[in-house]
């Protein structure tokens, strides 16, 4: 059985002065959970997040990180960084980092592999762009992504990855993939994780993204293959991540 994963994307929100009072909000709501809670962070912000998450049960993690170790590339991140600063997971592919920096599936398989190296969970989302999806290339545009990834890492190493499906058409838009659609997505993802891997693709947990909310979380996550949520607008208040956390429940 595949624990519930629930992770906050903050993408670039918050502010210093109200960010202790949601994280801790998010300890206190949680403590009984039985769901795991992750927030993604920006990276200014991952000191606060080690200040108040240490020693909880909710975990911390990053946005993006760089394919490189260390060097001269201005505005990235390392994967060694963000270890300094305690991070259990780091979110590679998010459709607004593909689309705002051209981000290819290759360069996105060697993040997969910067991370895994320095011991950071990798959140790989996936996901089609509404004319793909209309063109009937979900699966193999999907698998595109994905198969970058697995092509640059060891079969063993797939059990330590987390993916996230998140249709681009719905991320933001309030438009939610309706749970048999993204069941679909998901069980074709783990098809394709099985054939590198058949023990580690039956573990991996397989978030939903894109407008999760609490009035459709219970319903998406009730699928036998939604293993948890990547959240994004719904992450920043209080009351709506804790919703979700306890419709994993
Ligand atoms: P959303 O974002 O929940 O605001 O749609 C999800 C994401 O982009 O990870």
Redesign the pocket.
Known sequence: MRRKLVIG?W?MNGRRSDNPALLSSIVHGTERARAECVVCVPAPYLAQCEAVLAGTSVGWGAQDVSTHELGAYTGELAACMLVEFGCSHVIIG???RRANHCESNEAVGMKAVAALKAGITPVL?VGERLEERRAGRTAAVVSAQLEAVLRLIDPSDVAKLVL?Y?PVW????GQTATPEMAQEVHAHLRAHLAQKHAEGAATVRILY????KPGNAKELMAMPDIDGG?????ALIAADFLAIIHAAN
């Open positions: 994307n993408k998010h459709s607004e989302c996230a998140e719905a991320i933001g838009s993204g894109g407008s999760m990547l959240i994004g607008g719904a």
